[in-house]
């Protein structure tokens, strides 16, 4: 098991990802300060996932390539991943969840064909998903705060709740967002 926290929020002409960095396998913590994000396609996307590592890996690769082959439209690279990983019988085991954002959406991609593009501009998934994603909608709601700032102390809320979420938290932000 390969356990973390991703949330994403679009807020305020900001779109900021952010996870965790706890790595467990069974019971054990095994890593404190994994990164289970990045940038792609030249900075301008911004993707995490939650899952194990060599199937979040394999999934960073597949959606690059679906970002270069489509210029970068993440709308159309995403339901092309979704379509293959669903219908490719090695993909289809793949245990993860990805988040992709640029400037414009911010989507969730499943294994089950899934591409959702939520209504309040927040998304999270991983351990403390639940969490994460209830202290973001709070603090959208009833704060002043930046999309980076709202990350940032959602998901240290999460590490108080989830045992399977810590502080050691990396958040990537892009500027625009509508």
């Known amino acids: 098991m390969n356990s973390t926290t991703i949330l994403a929020v679009s807020h305020r002409g900001e779109v900021s990802l952010g996870g965790d960095g706890q790595v467990t396998f069974d019971k054990t913590i095994m890593k404190h300060k994994a990164k289970k994000i990045r940038r792609m396609y030249n900075g301008a996307v911004l ?43 090695v993909l289809r085991k793949l245990e993860a969840l ?38 973001a909608k709070a603090l959208v709601r009833h704060s002043s705060l930046s999309a980076s700032e709202i990350v940032r102390e959602s998901l240290s809320i999460a590490s108080e709740i989830c045992i399977y979420t810590n502080t050691e938290i990396a958040v990537e932000n892009l500027a625009g967002a509508q």
């Open 47 to 89: 993707s995490g996932f939650a899952g194990s590592a060599a199937d979040g890996l394999t999934l960073y690769e597949k959606f690059e390539t679906r970002l270069e082959e489509f210029h970068g439209n993440i709308l159309r690279a995403s339901v092309e991943l979704a379509k293959e990983w669903r219908q490719d019988k």
């Open 98 to 135: 990805m988040i992709v954002a640029d400037k414009d959406h911010l989507l969730l991609i499943s294994g089950n064909g899934d591409v959702i593009e939520p209504d309040d501009n927040i998304l999270a998934i991983g351990s403390g998903a639940a969490y994460a994603q209830a202290a």
